[in-house]
T-cell receptor, first 114, second 116 residues
Framework: DSGVTQTPKHLITATGQRVTLRCSPRSGDLSVYWYQQSLDQGLQFLIQYYNGEERAKGNILERFSAQQFPDLHSELNLSSLELGDSALYFC?????????????FGPGTRLTVL | AQTVTQSQPEMSVQEAETVTLSCTYD???????LFWYKQPPSRQMILVIRQEAYKQQNATENRFSVNFQKAAKSFSLKISDSQLGDAAMYFC?????????????FGKGTKLTVNP
């Protein structure tokens, strides 16, 4: 158990819908990262937050957004869902930024868009 | 942009034997970190081992060790005394040091099968 929690574990929804994925980092970790794992794209970085502020963006679609709250938990919002958004979404956390800290991954949320 | 290449989509090993998974990467940075993560059928991403580029000594964690060749930009993982529980997807990952995003850049993965 990495100490990172993600809810829900599974999510099945229809095209055009909107969903919210939730992540709670390890106690004391300030950085949260979101990754998408799909068969065709592999593991791709989406976005990073550090202590409530957006720090870096990767291959995140405009239909996707995220935020980190004062209690450091994070949410990833996916809207206008398409079949291609079906994937495993991971959250990871690390203690601080800029110093090579290891990222610890949550169990992931499996999103299926029908 | 940094890239990570794992040239072996699948590997197999006999229980108790040794296997080496290959990884090469491309970067213009001199300071960075390299990681191996394991993803068993449960899909959880588990850190196996980490290497700082400024350290010449190869990292070791129990049965897992790396062969880090900085000039060749090579970072292979050796698993000794393979166990059935080692069966998983293994991902090599790169992370730059400081200066903006600390994102991990992953390879496509190597599926390791352990035969009894």
């Amino acid at each position: 158990d990495s100490g990172v929690t993600q809810t829900p574990k599974h999510l099945i929804t229809a095209t055009g819908q909107r969903v919210t994925l939730r992540c709670s980092p390890r106690s004391g970790d300030l950085s949260v990262y979101w990754y998408q794992q799909s068969l065709d794209q592999g593991l791709q970085f989406l976005i990073q937050y550090y202590n409530g502020e957006e720090r870096a963006k990767g291959n995140i679609l405009e239909r996707f957004s995220a935020q980190q709250f004062p209690d450091l938990h994070s949410e990833l919002n996916l809207s206008s869902l398409e079949l291609g958004d079906s994937a495993l979404y991971f959250c990871a956390s690390s203690v601080r930024t800029g110093d090579g800290d290891t990222q610890y991954f949550g169990p992931g949320t499996r999103l299926t868009v029908l | 942009a940094q890239t990570v290449t794992q040239s072996q989509p699948e590997m197999s090993v006999q229980e108790a034997e040794t296997v080496t998974l290959s990884c090469t990467y491309d970067t213009s940075e001199s300071d960075y970190y390299l990681f191996w993560y394991k993803q068993p059928p449960s899909r959880q991403m588990i850190l196996v081992i980490r290497q700082e580029a400024y350290k010449q000594q190869n990292a070791t964690e129990n049965r897992f060790s790396v062969n880090f060749q900085k000039a060749a930009k090579s970072f292979s993982l050796k698993i000794s005394d393979s166990q059935l529980g080692d069966a998983a997807m293994y991902f090599c990952a790169y992370r730059r040091l400081g200066g903006g995003s600390e994102k991990l850049v992953f390879g496509k993965g190597t599926k390791l099968t352990v035969n009894p």
